[in-house]
């Protein structure tokens, strides 16, 4: 059994079978974007100071819900700029109020071109912001998500805003801590540090090929 995460993520608990093995995240590379993309995002990145990235995961995004308004608003609140992945096209397309609004992109790429990133929480999206080195609000939606929220939460990463109470007021109060602090960035970049010493493809492929040679084995010896 392979759980995807490196043991500084999660502990193994006593209740856990013997048979389960940490390997890291498992990071894959992500496709490119078209030209027109890059150039769109090339420019407002040199149009002024690193934006404050806004994204739902796979499931949530396809029930934002006010999201991306309320995030608009929290932009405007505290004047940073923003990067929306995945909006709806009539949230807050004017990138003249430092808005960029994009319908996909790489995660990997743009947040390292972040400030923060403000996210659900899916386990996928928490791990390539841990290797971005930025810090996050999460906004967890379900499933794993409350779970990484709380984790990312003790480990002085990120906070965490209910989504029911996400509105513009909360949410530019709590990326004023993070953006104003700089223990949870001196936090994110040692985590970044310790996740690019760690290889969690390679890990899982070792422990699948040990399997596949013990199951042959045994194989061999009933025969």
Not at 67 to 93: D, H, K, Q, T
């Amino acid at each position: 059994m392979l759980a995807l995460f490196p043991r500084w993520y999660a502990e193994p608990q006593p209740d856990w079978p013997p048979n389960v093995f940490l390997t890291g995240f498992p990071f894959w590379e992500e496709r490119d974007v078209d030209r027109d993309t890059e150039s769109k995002l090339e420019s407002f990145l040199e149009a002024g100071d690193a934006p404050v990235v806004f994204t739902l995961g796979s499931s949530a995004v396809l029930d934002p819900g006010p999201f991306y308004e309320e995030s608009a608003r929290a932009v405007r609140r505290i004047g940073c700029r923003a990067i929306f992945l995945g909006a709806p096209r009539n949230a807050a397309n004017d990138m003249n109020r430092g808005i960029l609004m994009l319908p996909y992109a790489p995660h990997d790429r743009y947040f390292r071109a972040a400030s923060a990133v403000v996210h659900c929480g899916g386990i996928g999206t928490t791990a390539r912001v841990l290797r971005a080195g930025r810090p996050s609000l999460v906004v967890p939606w379900g499933y794993d998500q409350p779970d990484n929220a709380a984790r990312l939460t003790r480990m002085g990463v990120a906070r965490t805003v209910g989504r029911k109470w996400y509105t513009g007021r909360t949410a530019a109060r709590q990326l004023g801590c993070l953006l104003g602090s700089q223990s949870y960035r001196c936090k994110c970049e040692r985590l970044a540090v310790q996740i690019q010493s760690e290889d969690g493809v390679e890990a899982a492929s070792t422990v699948i090929e040990s399997c596949l040679r013990e199951a042959r084995r045994v194989a061999d010896g009933n025969r």
